[in-house]
């Protein structure tokens, strides 16, 4: 009785916890894009209510990424990969955001402070392509990218806000700090 008892417990306390890492890793996998392009690997991010999917090239240290982020079509966002640190400063990133006539942009800046200025420029890193478009109220960014030094393993980072400068993303919320980094290994997952 007192086994039966336990085996019930035991259920009751962690079948919620299964249950919804089961629908987050299901909602993941589920989802499509407008390009019709597939990823070998994906994962749902903590934070955010955001996936990010990719395929890694072994033969030429090059990724395949798209990344998804529920947010208002009003507002911006942003997937960077740090390859000197975790966290926000010197992490290059893609942001993508629509512009004053409504058209969904993507640009490339490097973050070098907590109140970075924000605008288009080279990264550290070789991006081969990049693409971003909204829909069902999330922005999927695209990007074919060379990975920091050919390491799989980078500190990645993202983000999204409300406030623009000069038509340019320009902050996010003092409550969205610290938490959106990850660790990815692009090889294993």
Not at 11 to 30: M, R, V, Y
Not at 79 to 91: K, R
Not at 131 to 143: K, Q
Request: aromatic fraction near 12%.
């Amino acid at each position: 009785m007192a086994s039966n008892t336990r085996l019930l417990v035991f259920f009751c306390l962690f079948l919620p916890f299964l249950l919804s890492s089961t629908a987050q890793a299901q909602d993941c996998n589920n989802e499509t894009f407008s390009s019709n392009k597939l990823y070998s690997t994906c994962t749902s991010l903590p934070d955010l209510a955001s996936t990010i999917h990719w395929t890694y090239h072994s033969t030429n240290g090059t990724v395949d990424v798209a990344y998804r982020i529920t947010q208002s079509s009003s507002n911006w966002v942003s997937w960077a990969i740090n390859p000197t640190s975790t966290g926000m400063i010197g992490a290059d990133a893609l942001l993508s955001y629509h512009d004053s006539a409504g058209t969904v942009q993507i640009i490339m800046s490097q973050l070098s402070s907590y109140a970075p200025t924000i605008a288009n420029a080279s990264l550290t890193f070789t991006v081969y392509e990049m693409s971003a478009d909204y829909s069902n109220g999330a922005y999927t960014i695209y990007a074919t990218l060379q990975l920091p030094n050919n390491n799989t393993t980078q500190n990645t980072v993202w983000q999204r806000g409300s406030s623009f400068s000069n038509g340019l993303p320009s902050g996010h919320p003092n409550t969205n700090t610290g938490s959106q980094t990850i660790n990815l290994n692009f090889l294993s997952g």
